[in-house]
């Protein structure tokens, strides 16, 4: 059973750091497209950043560029991978509930046009809250 896991969230002042994990199980999935969404109440699921099998390509929204970074961490043991998003610098306008997503396209496929768009995503995790106070 393919399973992604968010976990970091919580509550942060103003200028203040949050580092989000996303575990992925059930498969290998070291050469799919990972990703970061967000939804704030009252609006629609946005990008947030994406990160390819090798790292070697990682669009970003513009509002969080410079501010959040991705990674992550293809462990070839147990079938386990996990994405990582660093947060600094949050602003109240960053709070939502953050989800992992995965998209199992091929590297023949990617773009970063197709990164940014949810319905590219086959699997999503269940989300975790993030709220930055004033």
């Known amino acids: 059973q393919v399973q992604l896991v968010e976990s970091g969230g919580g509550l942060v002042q103003t200028g203040g750091s949050l580092g989000l994990s996303c575990t992925a199980s059930?498969?290998?999935?070291?050469?799919?497209?990972m990703a970061w969404f967000r939804q704030a109440p009252g609006k629609e699921r946005e990008f947030v950043a994406a990160?390819?099998?090798?790292?070697?390509?990682?669009?970003?929204?513009?509002f969080v560029k410079g501010r959040f970074t991705i990674s992550r961490d293809n462990s070839r043991d147990n079938a386990k991978n996990t994405v990582y998003l660093q947060m600094n610098s949050l602003k109240p306008e960053d709070t939502a509930v953050y989800y992992c997503?995965?998209?199992?396209?091929?590297?023949?496929?990617?773009?970063?046009?197709?990164?940014?768009?949810?319905?590219?995503?086959?699997?999503w995790g269940q989300g975790t809250q993030v709220t930055v106070s004033s």
């Open positions: 997503a995965a998209d199992r396209t091929s590297s023949l496929d990617y773009s970063a046009v197709r990164a940014r768009r949810d319905v590219s995503y086959q699997y």
């Open positions: 059930g498969r290998s999935f070291s050469n799919y497209v």
């Open positions: 990160i390819t099998w090798s790292g070697g390509s990682t669009p970003y929204a513009d």
